[in-house]
C-alpha cells in the first residue's frame, strides 16, 4: 500500500483557495476513479482508496487543519504500517508559479507549517512531497491572505490543468518511483 496526503483545511470557507490545492489534487484523483471520500471514525481525516497498476493506494486528507496535519497523518501510517517511503505529501508552495510542480524525496518543510507538523511527528524529513506552484504572491498582499483566499476566476483553468498535470504526477509517482517522475515532471 502507497499513501498519498493531500494537505488542506476543512470546510468550504477553504474551498478553491491555494492552500487547499492538496486536497483539489486528491479530489481529482478520487473522480478519475470513481470513488467517494469517508470519513474515518478512528482518525481524524478523510480518505478513499484507488488501485493504480494493481497496486493499493489510499488518498488522505487530514481534518486537524494545515498546522497540524502531522497529528493526523502520523497516526494512521503506524496503524498501516506504512513506512515514509512509501508516503507522498501533496502541498501548496507559493514560492513556485502557478503550474509548476515540484517533486523531492525529502527536505526542510520551508515556512510551510504543514509541512512541519509532518516533519515533527513523523520524525523526519525524508518522505517524498510534491510541491504544487500556486504563486507567485501578488506584490503588496500578505502570504496568508493570498493562500486563505480564493483562487479568481481567471485562474480557474489554469488551476484545474496543475489539478491534471499533479494528478498524473502522483500516479507516476506510484507506479514508476520517484526518480522518473521527478525526472519526467520537474521543471
Given at each position: ?30 473522480a ?28 488522505v486528507?487530514?481534518l ?52 512541519k ?5 513523523l520524525?523526519g ?9 500556486v ?19 481567471a ?6 490543468d ?18 522518473k ?7
Open positions: 500500500m502507497k499513501v498519498i496526503v493531500g494537505l488542506g483545511n476543512p470546510g468550504k470557507a477553504y474551498d478553491l483557495t491555494p492552500h487547499n490545492i492538496g486536497f483539489e489534487l486528491l479530489d481529482e484523483l478520487a478519475e476513479d470513481g470513488v467517494k471520500f469517508r470519513r474515518s471514525w478512528r482518525f481524524p481525516l478523510e480518505s478513499a482508496s484507488i488501485r493504480v497498476r494493481g497496486e493499493e493506494v489510499m488518498l486528507k487530514p486537524t487543519f494545515m498546522n497540524r496535519s502531522g497529528d493526523a497523518v502520523a497516526p494512521l501510517l503506524r496503524k498501516k504500517g506504512v513506512g515514509t517511503d512509501r508516503l507522498l505529501v501533496a502541498v501548496d508552495d507559493v514560492a513556485l508559479p502557478l503550474g509548476a510542480l515540484r517533486l523531492r524525496g525529502g527536505g526542510s518543510a520551508g515556512s510551510h507549517n504543514g509541512l507538523s509532518l516533519i515533527e511527528r520524525g524529513q525524508d518522505f517524498p512531497r510534491l510541491r504544487l506552484g504563486g507567485p504572491v501578488p506584490e503588496g498582499q500578505d502570504r496568508v491572505a493570498f493562500v486563505l483566499g480564493r483562487f479568481p476566476a485562474l480557474h483553468d489554469a488551476v484545474s496543475l489539478r491534471r498535470k499533479a494528478a498524473s504526477a502522483a500516479l507516476s509517482w506510484v507506479s514508476e518511483g520517484l526518480e517522475t521527478m525526472n519526467r515532471f520537474n521543471g
